[in-house]
């Protein structure tokens, strides 16, 4: 079945605690993003990635990092997560210039 | 700064009603309006609009782009108590990196 599949689906840290939440896709996508969603403000974008070790920031890259290292994998790196950053996080792929495909989220909250 | 703005922000209607939500949009190089519907989970895709005037059907739903006044409408007909989800209109600019989100629009429908 064709999906993007982020891990875990919900985290709850502290504060400082290096985190990482992954992403796959199967569909051999070109283009991988991540968003955040909070109410009143929508889906802003953390990073993205046109391709393979081709990565850029979004609107809100402030206290994240990615990789692309590979076409299939794009994790959302956090290296001291700030209570700020409790949200929803979508990671979502495409070919080049289509709609997006979204994973199912991650709920992280940060005390 | 690309922005997109979606009104209303929340909607409450009775099943058979028609609706009509709205997005607008400034962005440097638009390429494609997209359309998506989200229930409790990841956004699922329901059109992208990249030529004024041109309707997008699917089923009860249907979508047009206005790109000399920059906007876009989704209309949903005799609605359902299925149709109650956040719906959520972005833009693509040209060269395919990013992709800005409103805040969505709150549709409740009620039997």
């Known amino acids: 079945e064709a999906q993007v599949t982020q891990n875990p689906r919900y985290l709850i840290t502290v504060t400082g605690k290096k985190l990482t939440v992954t992403c796959s896709q199967n569909m051999n996508h070109e283009y991988m993003s991540w968003y955040r969603q909070d109410p009143g403000l929508g889906l802003r974008q953390i990073y993205y990635s046109m391709n393979v070790e081709v990565t850029d920031k979004g609107d809100v890259p402030e206290g994240y990092k990615v990789s692309r290292k590979e076409k299939r994998n794009f994790p959302l790196i956090l290296e001291s997560p700030s209570p700020n950053q409790t949200s929803l996080y979508f990671c979502a792929s495409s070919p080049t210039n289509s709609p997006l495909h979204f994973g199912n989220g991650t709920r992280l909250t940060v005390t | 700064e690309d922005k997109v703005v979606q009104s209303p922000l929340s909607l409450v209607v009775h099943e058979g009603d028609t609706v009509t939500l709205n997005c607008s949009y400034e962005?440097?190089?638009?390429?494609?309006l997209l359309w998506y519907k989200q229930e409790k989970k990841a956004p699922t895709f329901l059109f992208m609009l990249?030529?004024?005037?041109i309707e997008k059907k699917s089923g009860r739903l249907s979508s047009i782009l206005d790109k000399k006044e920059l906007f876009s409408i989704l209309n949903i007909t005799a609605t359902q108590t299925g149709d109650s989800a956040i719906y959520l209109c972005?833009?693509?600019?040209?060269?395919?990196?990013?992709?800005?989100f409103g805040e969505g629009t709150q549709l409740t429908v009620n039997p």
């Open positions: 990249t030529s004024s005037g």
């Open positions: 972005a833009v693509r600019e040209t060269s395919g990196s990013r992709l800005t």
């Open positions: 962005v440097t190089n638009f390429r494609s």
